[in-house]
């Protein structure tokens, strides 16, 4: 546990130092200034959208500027001559992305809105990053470059936006209760509205079941593409 709050703490310092937090202090003010136009009735729904955006489209494009910064740095040829382990690894890169989305997305709802529920609002939030995060990690050990990146991933995470278009009823279906993001849409719509026990529960529950099978497929698709590939290479 002590090795993975040291290794977050050194990608917070590393993602710092490349400018992603200023990134996402740009983005958190553009979305506050957006929201401040958009009008009551349509407030709540908007911003579930956008605080939602945060950690699923930032996160899962941030984390894969990261492995591919990363790559090209041969900061995993230390996993040769280190203890550190994939899980650990893994894990603090999840922790460090969720810090700064649950940071963002707290300063967007405090400056927009006065009246919300807080807890769902934060297990939406942290759930949903660590599930995009992954996501945005397996796009990123399959490709070599930033552009083929930005080319591949918006087509994937466009697939697990659909479920916005329930929340405004212009498109639904039942296939969309099984994908993270419905339920992370679900649980953040809990910040402005009630939800029962049994949707709370099923919410929470897709997430972590996404989580663990992304987290899972993230460590061995990681040893097979970037640890076996630079082993290879020495």
Known sequence: MKRIL????????????????????????????????????????????VVFSDPSFLGAFFIGGIVLLEKSQGVYDAFFVTPLRVGEFLLSKILSLSIISLLSSVAILLMVHSNFD??????????SSVVFTLI???????????NQFLL????????????????????????????????GLLLIEGTFHDLNIG????????????????????KHDFHKYILAKAGDEK
């Open 6 to 49: 040291l290794l977050t703490v050194s990608d917070m310092r590393f993602q710092f130092q490349h400018g992603f937090y200023y990134a996402y202090l740009l983005m958190t003010i553009i979305y506050i200034w957006m929201l401040k136009f958009v009008p009551v009735d349509y407030l709540d729904s908007v911003t579930v959208v």
């Open 136 to 146: 945005g990690l397996l796009l990123a050990v399959r490709v070599n470059t930033v």
């Open 152 to 183: 591949t991933s918006p087509l994937v995470l466009m697939v697990f936006f659909v479920p916005v278009f329930g929340l405004f009823e212009w498109w639904d279906s039942i296939l969309f209760k099984w994908l993270p993001s419905y339920a």
């Open 199 to 218: 949707e709370l529960f099923l919410a929470i529950s897709i997430l972590i079941l996404w989580a663990v099978g992304l987290y899972l497929w993230a």
């Open 118 to 127: 807080v807890i769902p609002f934060l297990v939406g939030i942290l759930l």
